[in-house]
């Protein structure tokens, strides 16, 4: 089934609205090994990943929309972009809006990209996001060629790219449970293990938004452990991660960024890649 082309432009506002509460930051924070003092105490800030949480309402509404004809049992997340714009503290109420940015065609099958603004009570943004959505199809061959061309690109790139710094984090085996509860992306491939199997899958799998929130976790290191430093986080998800792997994040650049990012798990497959992180 290909996607309705004539949704691209249509905009979507949420009528729920999230009150931010300390708990609710706390448990994202625990769930993603984001250990820092900022998110601790009277007047802690919410993880800037959270975003993820608050937004997920926002993101449905397009790809729930029975107009655009979405197979969302072969949906899954390509890449993500987030720009951090304002600091979210407990009470903060936020509201969503998002939008169908674009539909296009890809080697196995379609992305459709979503855009999404978040405010608070105050009327102030505090994210942008974009979010492209893999529906997997048929493999389209003419394709093939041109996507070869851009990943050899890329990697040459990398390869005479300046190293930056380096960090390791382990999945922990029930990584993608306290995930799920805490971002509130209860997919079943991430949690039962027979649904998984039947996507393809050798077992359940790490959100990849978790997995961008260690890449955050470790740009955040190198920002002096201040998280309103990591102004824009954009990756690109390439493998699955399953618990129990061993993440290594490589990025390249000046040392005190931007930098390009990457991960890899210890059987040496790219999982994430393309990434960009910049930093105040």
């Known amino acids: ?16 609205r999230f009150v931010v509460t300390a708990e609710a930051a706390r448990a994202y924070a625990l769930a993603t090994n984001a250990t820092f003092s900022a998110y601790e105490g009277q007047n802690a800030i919410a993880p800037p990943m959270f975003g993820v949480a608050f937004t997920l309402s926002a ?16 949906l899954v997340h390509g890449d993500q972009d987030m720009r951090f714009l304002a600091a979210v503290k407990p009470g903060d109420v936020i509201s969503a809006t998002s939008k169908i940015e674009n539909i296009v065609d890809k080697t196995m099958g379609e992305v459709i990209t979503i855009g999404i603004t978040a405010k608070n009570q105050r009327g102030a943004s505090v ?24 990943r050899d690109a890329e990697e040459a790139e990398w390869e005479v790219a300046t190293p930056a710094w380096s960090s390791t984090v382990t999945v922990a085996a029930d990584q993608s449970v306290r995930y799920a509860d805490a971002s509130g992306d209860r997919n079943p491939i991430h949690l039962d ?6 996507a393809g899958l050798p077992a359940i799998i790490l959100h990849g938004l978790c997995t961008m929130a260690f890449v955050h976790n470790s740009c955040v290191r190198q920002a002096g452990n201040d998280p309103l430093r990591v102004k824009r ?16 994040i490589d990025a390249r650049g000046a040392a005190t960024g931007p ?10 497959v790219v999982v994430l890649k393309s990434g960009l992180a910049e930093i105040a």
């Open 1 to 16: 089934m290909v996607m309705n082309r004539a949704l691209i432009g249509k905009e979507y506002t949420s009528k729920d």
């Open 59 to 74: 993101l449905g509404m397009p790809m729930f929309d029975p107009e655009l004809g979405a197979n969302m049992m072969r």
């Open 127 to 150: 994210l942008q996001a974009s979010s492209g959505l893999f529906i997997r199809g048929a493999r389209k061959k003419e394709n093939i060629a041109a996507e070869r061309a851009e």
């Open 193 to 198: 293990p027979e649904v998984a199997k039947m």
């Open 233 to 248: 986080l954009a990756v690109r998800f390439n493998r699955p991660v399953l618990m129990g792997d061993v993440l290594t």
């Open 259 to 268: 930098w390009n990012i990457r991960v890899k798990n210890d059987s040496n």
